[in-house]
């Protein structure tokens, strides 16, 4: 017999719930239908028989006092009091059994509702705050009542004092009578008489419950039977329910569990062995020999995941070329050591590597060669840290290291080495027949000093450059009379300012200057240029990049005027139906990386158009590298522009095969054209560009004069001056203002 756990669940469910719902709720309508109506003649019963007792004790408690009113001694004490304290004490005790059985104190008091004596043993109340016309109770609390009525002369009927006494009306009820619809012991006066006076007594003042009738106890007793049937009537069921669960579903599940735990442990397991239920359920029988057939492949899987994540961390966090640690590892360390130091007071050395003269040996032996002498360098740096170090390729020819807990002069052993293993490296064999040089800076900074730990990079390139000056050592430490020694180009503040704008955007801007169409006459695209705000002065241009290449940040800053480029496309800075343009420089151009730093641009691509700006020498010197990012960038929809052409290379055969859209001439050789002689060689160049497809941009256009020419010369787009400078605002200019310049 197999069936489905669903199918085991719904019969017993089934069975059960039906067996409980229909002699519960048979049970429960039989017993509230009898309880309401006894219930109902029951408390009719007990107020009826509570009245009439309410009614007895009312008229007793009325004769009594009248009776004890009309005593002569009484009559004595209201006429001369001087004796009231003795005969309250003595004589009135013996003469206490006229109230003895309905009263616990009384007192006597004068016309004016005043006691006749203040006695400490007396409970009553010295003045009567209200004076009974007849007899008028007061509700003091539950448990205690007071009951007073007027006394008159028995000559002129005159009220000649009052006579109030102590009561407990329920103890009265109790003892007085007898009852049988409801329970002496919780009756009781209600609480909202207290404080309250009333002429007599009514029903409405008490409250009670009624004594239990012999066919509610039956009831109770017939619903207890009941109860007890439908308790056996469910745990028997449920026991058995319990057992076939265990038996069908909870031992297997456990062999499950318990052959899981195997699976985890051993890749070999035998199944064979494996008990079997006589009630099985088919889904269990499925999952235990799924998971049996299931697990080496799942194991293989693992095994060949694992593998393939660990080669793609290593390919992401490691230098294709060299094997060490790049830029991207670079940065995860430096984030990682901010943090963990920025509350510690750790030495911090951060050491700085770049090749000397290495532009010359990629230009005088190659690539190939330039490429193994990286690699060596990369490998002698190495091979001198201590455990636990490691060497980080940061682009190019710049490598860098941390090293914690350093001072400056284990920091300077450690370089030093460094510069030992390359000297006794034999470079002959990688095709390199001249020494290899090494410049390194040193920079520190004391766990606990954020700025300090933000200022390492900058500072210890501006060491490393240090050492590249003539007789300088090849390992110079930073300190302040390196940037008071530079000319301005690494002052700290400038440095400084430089880096916190790349950094945290701190007063960078973008300017933007229009790049006017000339075949619709309108403004086709705004390009971007990096500006910077500090103390209210803009740093020149020269400035900023002279401090940029100087500090090896292109790529940072191309990272931060992409970041503040989108910046100001999601706020709608750059006006409709336009694009925009930004420069990049060599070093990102050829990091594969470019793809992903872009990626956030992406979405603007649909709505404006957006040009990328390449210099000839970024993609001739990696053309293949930088010919395939460029490629995959225009499949997204980017525009690419080699700009400057004609200050480097400008090679027709490199032009022919780069993967660009635009080609935008140099302002020299566009100011050029003024020169008739020139201007025959370059209209040849631009018909010959033009011919296979690229669109032309003419840079430096200041007047008319030399508009005309460029017009005739065949350029489609045109920038400089006479359209408009760069501002922090794009200008928008009109049709009609741009027709004034063109000539008739």
Request: net charge negative; hydrophobic share 40%.
């Amino acid at each position: 017999m197999s069936l489905t756990i669903r199918q085991y669940a719904l019969l017993f469910a089934l069975v059960t719930i039906g067996m409980i719902v229909i002699f519960a709720l048979q049970s429960w309508s039989e017993f509230t239908s009898t309880r309401e109506n006894i219930s109902h003649s029951q408390e009719q019963a007990a107020s009826r028989e509570l009245k009439q007792k309410v009614s007895q004790v009312n008229s007793e408690i009325a004769n009594k006092t009248r009776e004890f009113s009309q005593w002569e001694e009484v009559h004595q004490q209201l006429s001369n009091s001087n004796f009231f304290s003795y005969w309250y004490s003595l004589r009135l005790k013996q003469a206490s059994h006229k109230l003895q059985r309905i009263v616990t104190d009384l007192m006597l008091y004068d016309p004016s509702g005043k006691a006749l004596a203040e006695l400490s043993e007396n409970s009553l109340p010295v003045q009567l705050e209200r004076l009974p016309e007849q007899g008028l109770y007061y509700f003091e609390s539950p448990d205690q009542q007071i009951y007073s009525l007027p006394i008159h002369s028995s000559v002129d009927q005159q009220i000649s004092g009052y006579l109030a006494v102590r009561i407990n009306l329920t103890r009265l009820l109790i003892e007085n009578s007898s009852f049988y619809y409801l329970q002496p012991e919780k009756l009781l006066v209600t609480d909202k008489k207290t404080g309250t006076y009333s002429d007599s007594l009514s029903r409405d003042f008490f409250l009670f419950e009624t004594v239990p009738t012999p066919e509610i106890q039956y009831l109770e007793k017939q619903l207890y039977a009941s109860i007890q049937k439908l308790i056996l009537l469910v745990i028997i069921p449920m026991m058995v329910l319990y057992a076939m669960l265990v038996y069908i579903v909870t031992v297997p599940i456990n062999g499950i569990t318990q052959f899981i735990s195997r699976l985890r442990n051993s890749r070999e397991i035998d199944n064979s062995s494996e008990s079997k239920n006589f009630f099985q359920v088919r889904e269990l029988n499925e999952v235990y020999n799924s998971l049996f057939h299931y697990h080496s492949d799942l194991y293989d899987t693992h095994a060949v995941l694992d593998q393939k994540n660990k080669a793609l961390w290593e390919q992401a966090h490691h230098d294709a070329l060299t094997g060490v640690f790049n830029r991207r590892a670079f940065d995860d360390q430096w984030q990682n050591l901010n943090d963990l130091l920025s509350e510690q007071r750790v030495h911090v050395s951060f050491l700085l590597f770049d090749i000397n003269l290495f532009k010359s040996i990629n230009d005088t032996h190659g690539h190939q060669v330039g490429d193994e002498v990286i690699k060596a360098i990369a490998q002698c740096i190495s091979y001198a840290l201590r455990k636990g170090e490691h060497v980080f390729r940061l682009g190019g020819d710049e490598f860098a290291i941390f090293l914690i807990d350093t001072t400056a002069p284990a920091a300077v052993e450690i370089a030093q080495r460094c510069l030992d293993e390359i000297a006794a490296f034999n470079f002959a064999a990688v095709d390199m027949p001249e020494p290899v040089r090494v410049s390194i800076g040193i920079s520190q900074a004391q766990g606990g000093d954020k700025n300090a730990f933000e200022d390492l990079h900058w500072q210890a390139d501006a060491a490393m450059y240090a050492a590249k000056r003539p007789g300088a050592s090849d390992i110079v430490i930073y300190s302040d009379e390196i940037t008071q020694g530079s000319k301005g180009l690494l002052s700290s503040w400038l440095s400084n300012t430089v880096y916190q704008a790349i950094d945290k955007g701190t007063g960078l801007q973008l300017f933007y200057q229009p790049i006017v169409d000339f075949r619709d006459n309108r403004v086709s695209y705004y390009e971007a240029l990096v500006r910077i705000i500090a103390n209210g002065e803009m740093i020149s241009p020269g400035s900023i990049f002279n401090v940029v290449e100087a500090r090896r940040f292109e790529i940072e800053l191309d990272q931060a005027v992409i970041r503040q480029l989108e910046k100001d496309l999601e706020a709608g800075k750059i006006p409709e139906d336009t694009g925009v343009s930004l420069n990049l420089s060599a070093q990102t151009v050829t990091r594969a990386e470019i793809l992903d730093w872009l990626q956030p641009l992406q979405r603007f691509t649909d709505k404006q158009k957006i040009v990328l700006e390449v210099t000839e020498t970024a993609v001739i010197d990696e053309l293949g590298r930088a010919s395939a990012y460029l490629e995959k960038l225009r499949e997204t929809q980017f525009v690419i522009a080699l700009d400057d052409f004609g200050s480097g290379f400008s090679s027709i055969k490199h032009l022919a095969s780069m993967p660009v859209d635009i080609v935008k001439f140099d302002i020299t050789i566009v100011q050029g054209l003024l020169d008739e002689s020139q201007r025959v060689m370059v209209s040849g160049l631009a018909q010959m560009i033009s011919e296979v497809g690229h669109v032309l941009v003419a840079e430096g256009i200041e007047d008319t004069e030399l508009l005309e020419i460029v017009l005739q010369t065949g350029f489609h787009f045109g920038q400089g001056f006479l359209f408009g400078r760069a501002e922090a605002e794009p200008a928008l200019i009109p049709s009609e203002k741009l027709l004034e310049y063109f000539p008739s």
